[in-house]
């Protein structure tokens, strides 16, 4: 391609771009003059305005208050939010402000509006808060008074890994389905106690392949070699479900690093054996990519 | 007779990978039969990847160039780049052919690799699937080398990192060293980049970046090497996006956009193009109303961060070649640190590759030095803030061996 071409193409994009639609669309949005009537055009005025450390005290202040606002519909709110999220990601220039922002964001963990609140949890959750972690439990502990779902409440309470709250994980393991089951899975796999479980779902043929790739995982953590001995039975068992034998595989090809890896040439042999047998493609594409880390 | 071909920077195998980036080369005659100097063509054979030649170091080169070679088997110089626009697609898929002059024929051929970070929306399924297979093997379960990109990037690092004229800097050394950690393992990868600004629908599916479930959890394609990743004893990955995934994330400065913040030609500056890290980047990390990747201390768990972040760096490569701000002698290139930062200035090496730990710095320095390339030396294992600046070595000396598919190298 011609590099000049190439340049004088761009520089007409660019001068296109450069007509002020934004700064207007950044300056409606923080006059106080009027804010724009629909909701979706708040909610972009909010995205449009310029996130500069220049003035950076009254911006806050203003998404701050957006965001508690109940007045305001739920869309409006998520874009301040987001936008205070991403004045999060400039770091040191944000400090003086995140102690506001943190509260705010507690104060709309009991928000009506469930995305928000949702949104709010796991925030604070990522940032292993107290005040949210004691707000999950309670939920977890009385139903009544939860205020995200038992799925989303043991996920966020997952981010902090010295929470301790492996015996809730298994209290909700023993009585949930669905999602909160999985997710309470997810958690026990920082639990030495629970090899056995993830053992046993692993090879379990009757169970939910989700729950079956989630042990995978889960024993692979706790225990690689445990999990290779038994990934490697379930890899050439012909009667196994494609999904789970093709999970398995890739978990051996990856789960350690390639370059340090020694490989059975009784099990190679065997996975070589199963690219003529196998019409799964998921299971192919799983044996392709393993014999290629074999060969590295 | 036949022409032997030499470059450097050739990896263990002999393998040698070029960008946009003009490297030298030296062809040479071999078992002569004549007494006069042979007349040959050199020409871009490949059925991928193609080439530009010239005797200087320029972006002007042609497609094909015609060399006199010495019957004595005294090497000549020519510089070799990659065609902007022709990148490879495969290992070896650009051909460097020498033809002679009537029944001669061919004298010698030598595959190269024009290798650079591509859209990833645009990646062929081979691609795809090639950088997938490296980073999960990086990540190795959790416990591999891939655990130190996770610690380099948490709170604690935050004043080397984000907030400061080092943020692009410091984001550029840590994709190269991430990029060159993945071509240890598989060669042909390198960092692809979500643009987005754009929709992406080739990305987030089962079969690339995931999709995920009713609880927040991505999901992926049975088989998929990210189908039991795990980071820091989590399983899984976390990521609920704010937009369809047909459509980009609302809000987000266009690229354009992005390249106009600097201010216009002649005086578009550092100093102001470095709000794109509010917007783009911080909007780009916030377009998701659930996830690892909203946040600083999760982000790097989520494989989609680096791609952001290329699109980040890509994004301040073409503001670079826009307005020729490569030079670190240049005032609008780059700009003084606010407050004056250490880490954020151009002569000052960063951590943690400079491995110095204890305040101002953070309290322990993972991964150790930048990863090596063999096919530059640039920027070394220990990276100061100037050596990120003139990435393709349009100013001269050796370049970082990265480029994009939209940025050409141009003098």
Do not use: C
């Amino acid at each position: 391609m011609d590099v000049a071409r190439y340049r004088k193409r761009y520089e007409a994009e660019l001068a296109k771009a450069a007509a002020p639609k934004r700064g207007r669309a950044g300056k409606r949005a923080l006059t106080a003059a009027g804010k724009p009537a629909s909701a979706a055009a708040r909610a972009n005025a909010i995205r449009a305005a310029p996130l500069e450390q220049e003035g950076l005290a009254d911006r806050v202040t203003e998404l701050l208050a957006t965001v508690r606002d109940r007045k305001e519909p739920l869309t409006v709110r998520m874009a301040a939010l987001q936008a205070l999220g991403a004045l999060d990601f400039l770091g040191p220039p944000f400090a003086p402000f995140r102690a506001a922002y943190k509260q705010t964001l507690r104060d709309i963990a009991t928000d009506p509006l469930r995305t928000l609140r949702e949104s709010a949890l796991e925030l604070l959750a990522m940032d292993k808060d107290p005040y949210a972690q004691n707000l999950l439990v309670r939920g977890l502990n009385q139903p009544k008074e939860a205020i995200v779902s038992e799925a989303k409440a043991i996920q966020f309470l997952g981010y902090d890994d010295h929470a301790e709250i492996v015996p809730l994980a298994r209290q909700v393991y023993k009585r949930a389905t669905g999602a909160a089951r999985e997710e309470a899975l997810r958690v026990l796999a920082t639990d030495p106690q629970s090899e056995k479980l993830f053992t046993r779902l692993l090879k379990d043929k009757s169970e939910k392949s989700s729950i079956r790739l989630i042990s995978a995982s889960g024993l692979q953590s706790l225990n690689p070699e445990a999990f290779e001995k038994t990934a490697r039975k379930i890899v050439a068992d012909d009667s196994d479900d494609n999904e789970i034998r093709a999970t398995s595989l890739a978990a051996l090809a990856h789960g350690r690093e390639v370059r340090e890896k020694s490989t059975d040439p009784k099990f190679v042999n065997t996975v070589q054996k199963l690219t003529e047998k196998t019409r799964s493609p998921a299971l192919r594409s799983s044996i392709q990519r393993f014999l290629q880390s074999t060969q590295k | 007779m036949n022409v032997e071909f030499s470059f450097l920077g050739a990896d263990a195998m002999g393998r040698v990978f070029l960008t946009w980036t003009p490297v030298q080369a030296q062809a040479r005659l071999v078992n002569p039969t004549g007494t006069a100097a042979v007349n040959i063509t050199l020409r871009s054979a490949g059925s991928g990847g193609r080439l530009r030649f010239a005797t200087t170091r320029t972006h002007l080169g042609t497609p094909t160039l015609a060399l006199s070679l010495p019957v004595s088997g005294a090497p000549v110089s020519v510089f070799v780049a990659g065609e902007f626009g022709r990148p490879s697609v495969n290992l070896g898929d650009a051909v460097v052919e020498a033809r002679g002059a009537g029944s001669l024929g061919v004298l010698g051929t030598k595959p190269l690799t024009v290798r650079v970070r591509k859209n990833a929306q645009t990646l062929s399924v081979a691609e795809r699937d090639r950088f997938v297979a490296a980073l999960a093997t990086l990540n190795g379960g959790g416990a591999g080398r891939f655990r130190d990109f996770r610690d380099m990037h948490v709170q604690a690092a935050d004043p080397e990192e984000h907030g400061n004229v080092g943020f692009l800097p410091w984001h550029r050394a840590y994709l190269l060293d991430l990029e060159r950690e993945l071509q240890a393992i598989d060669p042909s990868v390198t960092l692809p980049y979500w643009r987005f600004d754009r929709p992406a629908p080739n990305v987030f599916t089962r079969q690339f970046m995931g999709v995920p479930n009713a609880a927040g959890r991505v999901q992926f394609s049975a088989g998929h090497p990210f189908g039991t990743w795990r980071t820091d004893g989590a399983l899984g990955i976390s990521r609920t996006p704010s937009f369809a995934a047909g459509a980009a994330p609302a809000g987000l400065l266009t690229e354009t956009q992005t390249i106009t913040l600097g201010g216009p030609a002649p005086t578009a500056a550092y100093a102001n193009f470095g709000n794109m890290e509010g917007n783009p980047h911080g909007f780009a990390h916030t377009s998701f109303s659930l996830g690892f990747i909203r946040a600083k201390q999760t982000a790097a768990r989520d494989p989609l961060f680096f791609m952001l972040h290329a699109n980040i760096d890509r994004l301040w490569a073409k503001w670079q070649w826009v307005h020729k701000r490569t030079s670190p002698a240049d005032p609008r290139a780059f700009a003084p640190a606010v407050p004056n930062r250490i880490g954020h200035r151009l002569a000052d090496t960063m951590w943690p590759w400079n491995g110095v730990t204890g305040p101002p710095r953070p309290p322990t320095a993972p991964g150790g030095k930048l990863a090596p390339s063999p096919s530059t030396t640039a920027p070394g294992n220990t990276p100061t803030v100037r050596a990120m600046l003139d990435y393709q070595a349009v100013g001269g000396g050796a370049p970082l061996g990265f480029a994009y598919d939209d940025v050409p190298f141009e003098l």
